[in-house]
T-cell receptor, first 115, second 114 residues
Framework: AQSVTQLGSHVSVSEGALVLLRCNYS??????LFWYVQYPNQGLQLLLK??????LVKGINGFEAEFKKSETSFHLTKPSAHMSDAAEYFC?????????????FGSGTRLSIRP | DGGITQSPKYLFRKEGQNVTLSCEQN?????MYWYRQDPGQGLRLIYY???????QKGDIAEGYSVSREKKESFPLTVTSAQKNPTAFYLC?????????????FGPGTRLTVT
């Protein structure tokens, strides 16, 4: 079975500071991993995905994430936070060789940006 | 533009009434999903369908029903049996086909039942 744990339900950083959102996964098979962003009252938008190619994945809006198998982690980072980054972020995992196309989502981390 | 549409954006119903939420996609995706989102919580899977005329229960299917008569449409009915129907409902789709691809989401429908 697959699962994800997002550490910290709320993270607050100053504008211009480093953003680090933590995600650890559990998977019995090589995983696909995703980060999604959700703005208030909107659907989820895919930020980036890891599908067993490069371990450092670059996404939209300047975000990137690094897959670390030894640490079972897939943390999301951005060098310099912008006010527009304030949103809810979800880490998700799916099975690479699953006959059922399901994705398991973490409980989310709300990112706040201080002026 | 390809995408997923959900209508309406906001829906209000009286307790005891069934209500159907619409989800349409023009991405030619095989798989479609319904999720429920409550404040401060993640997404919980209600139902999913990997192919037309076939669907499976997710983690919280009780009180909900779906149909998949067309590839592009996957409506969700919230029945009067659902004890706490007030929530934000999200529809998603993916390429499916035996591999596990990313899901694309619609804008959501916020249902309020009083």
């Amino acid at each position: 079975a697959q699962s994800v744990t997002q550490l910290g339900s709320h993270v607050s950083v100053s504008e211009g500071a480093l953003v680090l959102l933590r995600c650890n996964y559990s998977s019995s098979v090589p995983p696909y991993l995703f980060w999604y962003v959700q703005y208030p009252n909107q659907g989820l938008q895919l930020l980036l995905k890891y599908t067993s190619a490069a371990t450092l994945v670059k996404g939209i809006n300047g975000f990137e994430a690094e897959f670390k198998k030894s640490e079972t982690s897939f943390h999301l980072t951005k060098p310099s936070a912008h006010m527009s980054d304030a949103a809810e972020y979800f880490c998700a995992v799916s099975a690479l060789y699953s006959s059922a196309s399901k994705i398991i989502f973490g409980s989310g981390t709300r990112l706040s940006i201080r002026p | 533009d390809g995408g997923i549409t959900q209508s309406p954006k906001y829906l209000f119903r009286k307790e005891g009434q069934n209500v159907t939420l619409s989800c349409e996609q023009n991405l030619n995706h095989d798989a479609m999903y319904w999720y429920r989102q409550d404040p401060g919580q993640g997404l919980r899977l209600i139902y999913y369908s990997q192919i037309v005329n076939d669907f499976q229960k997710g983690d919280i299917a009780e009180g909900y029903s779906v149909s998949r008569e067309k590839k592009e449409s996957f409506p969700l009915t919230v029945t009067s049996a659902q004890k706490n129907p007030t929530a934000f409902y999200l529809c998603a789709s993916s390429s499916g086909g035996g591999r596990t691809y990313e899901q694309y989401f619609g804008p959501g429908t916020r249902l309020t039942v009083t």
